[in-house]
């Protein structure tokens, strides 16, 4: 963590703080809010890239482990496949040792195994999407990254390349967002 002063002695912990107090206070907030909701630290540091975030990929990661708790869904899907694969191991031994009935075994033994493979398949859709979002992602930022840096010394298409990022932001953000 790395403390900053500004001229004013205001003290930042994160450059990410400084950063954001940098911004319109109304873009900060939305920014702020579209962090806390967004499970995604890349959608996060896309979105920084448009408002004109220039610091670390890891500081902002390191600023959002720091500011919200998000939910590990694939870390949680990913236990329960380990718990399932134990159960179903323990079903099969507890039929083989005769503790349970082969009949009453076979029906659990068929409900637990549909229950894994569902797991799996959930686990590996999440996987598919995130890669895919994250590759988009990654490569709609760079793009206007570099449109970014290609006109910035030009005064008469700053702002129109300022909105069509926005706008296409938007609208790659949105078809993610529904795909």
């Known amino acids: 963590m790395t403390v900053t002063t500004n001229k004013s002695g205001k ?57 919200f708790k998000k939910l590990n869904r694939r870390e949680i899907l990913n236990s329960e496949i380990a718990a399932l694969h134990s159960d179903i191991q323990e079903l099969r031994m507890a039929i ?14 068929a409900a637990l195994e549909k229950e894994l493979r569902s797991h799996i398949e959930v686990s590996e859709r999440m996987n598919r999407s995130t890669d895919k979002k994250g590759l988009i992602l990654a490569g709609a930022d760079r793009v206007m990254r570099e449109m970014t840096a290609i006109f910035k010394d030009d005064p008469q298409f700053a702002e129109p390349i300022d909105n069509a990022i926005n706008a296409v932001w938007a609208k790659i953000y949105s078809e993610l967002g529904n795909g």
Do not use: C, H
């Open 11 to 67: 003290v930042y912990l994160t450059v990410v703080d400084q950063w954001l107090d940098t911004l319109p206070a109304a873009e900060s907030e939305d920014f702020r809010e579209f962090a806390d909701m967004t499970p995604s630290i890349i959608e996060i540091w896309v979105y920084a890239g448009i408002v004109g975030y220039e610091g670390s990929f890891n500081d902002l990661s390191r600023w959002v482990k720091m500011k």
């Open 96 to 109: 083989t040792s005769g503790e349970i009935k082969g009949d009453n075994g076979a029906a659990r033994l």
